[in-house]
T-cell receptor, first 113, second 113 residues
Framework: AQSVAQPEDQVNVAEGNPLTVKCTYS??????LFWYVQYPNRGLQFLLK??????LVKGSYGFEAEFNKSQTSFHLKKPSALVSDSALYFC???????????FGDGTTLTVKP | NAGVTQTPKFRVLKTGQSMTLLCAQD?????MYWYRQDPGMGLRLIHY???????AKGEVPDGYNVSRLKKQNFLLGLESAAPSQTSVYFC????????????FGNGTRLTVT
């Protein structure tokens, strides 16, 4: 069985500071990892993914994520946070069994001016 | 190109009533999924479909039924609604099994009294 853990319910950062949202995973076989963002009253939107290759993945809106196989982690990062980055962030792992995705419980990011 | 469209956006049911949630996608995606989102619990997979005419149970299928008579539509039915089914329901679709991200609708907020 696969699982995803997001150890922080809430992350608070000041605008302009770097941000990190943590994610660890457990999966048998190769991991297919995704980050999504959810704004209020909207569906989830895809940010970035790791399939294979470079451990640092770049995505939308200046976000990037670092894949670490030995630590089974896939942390989301951004060098300089914006107030508009405030949202709910989900990490997910996809398996090859019908492409089913398992999501973490989500982390609320608040960026203060 | 509308992407994934869910109807209705909101609904209030009384215990025991039935309803159908409609999901339509115009991206010619093969794979479609129904998730429910509850506070602090991330997204949980209810049912999914790997192609027209096929459906399968996900993590929390009890109390729900689905149908995929046409490739672009995926219906979620509640035969006898219960207060425990109060949730936000999201439909998602995916082009490919492993590498493609999920495309989400904007959700249906269902309250069962």
């Amino acid at each position: 069985a696969q699982s995803v853990a997001q150890p922080e319910d809430q992350v608070n950062v000041a605008e302009g500071n770097p941000l990190t949202v943590k994610c660890t995973y457990s999966v048998s076989g190769n991991p297919y990892l995704f980050w999504y963002v959810q704004y209020p009253n909207r569906g989830l939107q895809f940010l970035l993914k790791y399939i294979t290759g470079d451990n640092l993945v770049k995505g939308s809106y200046g976000f990037e994520a670092e894949f670490n196989k030995s630590q089974t982690s896939f942390h989301l990062k951004k060098p300089s946070a914006l107030v508009s980055d405030s949202a709910l962030y989900f990490c997910a792992v996809k398996n090859t069994n019908a492409g089913k995705s398992t999501f973490g419980d989500g982390t609320t990011l608040t960026v203060k001016p | 190109n509308a992407g994934v469209t869910q109807t209705p956006k909101f609904r209030v049911l009384k215990t025991g009533q039935s309803m159908t949630l409609l999901c339509a996608q115009d991206m010619n995606h093969e794979y479609m999924y129904w998730y429910r989102q509850d506070p602090g619990m991330g997204l949980r997979l209810i049912h999914y479909s790997v192609g027209e005419g096929t459906t399968a149970k996900g993590e929390v299928p009890d109390g729900y039924n689905v149908s995929r008579l046409k490739k672009q539509n995926f219906l979620l039915g509640l035969e006898s609604a219960a207060p425990s089914q109060t949730s936000v329901y999201f439909c998602a679709s995916s082009f490919e099994l492993r590498y493609s991200p999920l495309h989400f609708g904007n959700g249906t907020r269902l309250t069962v009294t």
